[in-house]
T-cell receptor, first 114, second 110 residues
Framework: DSGVTQTPKHLITATGQRVTLRCSPR?????VYWYQQSLDQGLQFLIQ???????AKGNILERFSAQQFPDLHSELNLSSLELGDSALYFCASSVVSGGPDTQYFGPGTRLTVL | EDQVTQSPEALRLQEGESSSLNCSYT??????LFWYRQDPGKGPEFLFT???AGEEKEKERLKATLTKKESFLHITAPKPEDSATYLC???????????FGPGTRLSVLP
């Protein structure tokens, strides 16, 4: 158990809908990262938040947005869903230091868009 | 642009047959290189962090090494439970760019 929690575990929805994925980081970690992993594809970095502020942006679509709240949990909002958005979505957290920032991953949310 | 490649794409070993996985990287200054293990449908599980050429770390049957251009994950006398996808990732010196490799799918046959 990494200490990172994600809800829900599974989500099934229809095209055009909007969903929200939730992540709680490990105790003491200020940084949260979101990744997308499609079938047979690698981890694609979406976005990073640090202590409530956006810190880095990857290949995140304009239909997707995220935020980190004062209690450090984060939400990833996916709107106008398309079939191609079906994937595993992972959240990771880390401390941010001057050295390597080891990320610890949650169990993921499996999103199925029908 | 930071890049990570991993080889082989897939590897099948007999139980007890030792081997190595390769991670080659191009990064504008390395802050850290990370190895993860991922089981199907699960989140990546952290294995090692390396940041200095020549560094080595060990955990049970796994040993990770780092040079200026690549990292190796050595698996000694693997068991079927070592079957998983092994992911390599790098963080650059600016600290805001993480890049994951495509992974190596390891199957260990009893």
């Amino acid at each position: 158990d990494s200490g990172v929690t994600q809800t829900p575990k599974h989500l099934i929805t229809a095209t055009g809908q909007r969903v929200t994925l939730r992540c709680s980081p490990r105790s003491g970690d200020l940084s949260v990262y979101w990744y997308q992993q499609s079938l047979d594809q690698g981890l694609q970095f979406l976005i990073q938040y640090y202590n409530g502020e956006e810190r880095a942006k990857g290949n995140i679509l304009e239909r997707f947005s995220a935020q980190q709240f004062p209690d450090l949990h984060s939400e990833l909002n996916l709107s106008s869903l398309e079939l191609g958005d079906s994937a595993l979505y992972f959240c990771a957290s880390s401390v941010v230091s001057g050295g390597p920032d080891t990320q610890y991953f949650g169990p993921g949310t499996r999103l199925t868009v029908l | 642009e930071d890049q990570v490649t991993q080889s082989p794409e897939a590897l099948r070993l007999q139980e007890g047959e030792s081997s190595s996985l390769n991670c080659s990287y191009t990064v504008s200054g390395l802050r850290g290189l990370f190895w993860y293990r991922q089981d199907p449908g699960k989140g990546p599980e952290f294995l090692f962090t390396l940041y200095s050429a020549g560094e080595e770390k060990e955990k049970e049957r796994l040993k990770a090494t780092l040079t200026k251009k690549e990292s190796f994950l050595h698996i000694t006398a693997p068991k079927p439970e070592d079957s998983a996808t092994y992911l390599c990732a790098v963080q650059d010196n600016y600290g805001q760019n993480f890049v994951f490799g495509p992974g190596t799918r390891l199957s260990v046959l009893p």
